[in-house]
């Protein structure tokens, strides 16, 4: 298992960092190689259930993704979101948190532990270096889309 975390400060409110964060479709926009299919209808709330798709052709996996904690920020009071991986490869959890930062801006906190049922826990320096990499980059351009 692998674990990171990820900070940034967003030029949004708190708010509307949350929505950016949480339309889960649009991470497959900004994650390689990667489609994000949401299983259940209505809006995101505990037990929403969505599936990230990752690779190419033969060589693809599904991350299952269920939300089981749903709380999104309100005035003056930072928003929770946790998810739990439940997929047959990919294992883990990740947790969102966005709160009020300086100057009407956000705090952003992503932390997530993440494994691989069939690899080999040498890995976990590379797993953890790429992983870090890949979501700090997909967090950079969520903020900064609309």
């Keep these: 298992m692998v674990n990171f975390l990820l900070e940034r400060t967003a030029p949004l409110p708190p708010d509307e960092a949350w929505r950016r964060l949480t339309l889960w479709p649009r991470h497959g926009e900004v994650v390689p190689l990667t489609r994000v299919t949401v299983e259940t209808g209505g809006p995101t709330g505990a037990g929403t259930v969505f599936v990230a798709r990752s690779g190419i052709g033969p060589f693809t996996f599904d991350d299952r993704m269920e939300v089981t904690v749903w709380r999104p920020p309100v005035a003056g009071a930072g928003g929770l979101c946790r998810l739990e991986k439940r997929g047959r490869v990919v294992t883990g959890w990740a947790e969102i948190e966005v709160g009020p930062g300086p100057?009407?801006?956000?705090?952003v906190v992503w932390r997530e532990e993440l494994g691989f049922r069939f690899l080999p826990g040498v890995m976990d320096p590379v797993?953890?270096?790429?992983?870090?990499?890949?979501?700090g980059r997909a967090v950079n351009r969520l903020l900064r889309r609309g």
């Design 127 to 135: 797993v953890r270096r790429v992983a870090g990499y890949v979501f």
């Design 103 to 107: 100057g009407g801006r956000s705090r």
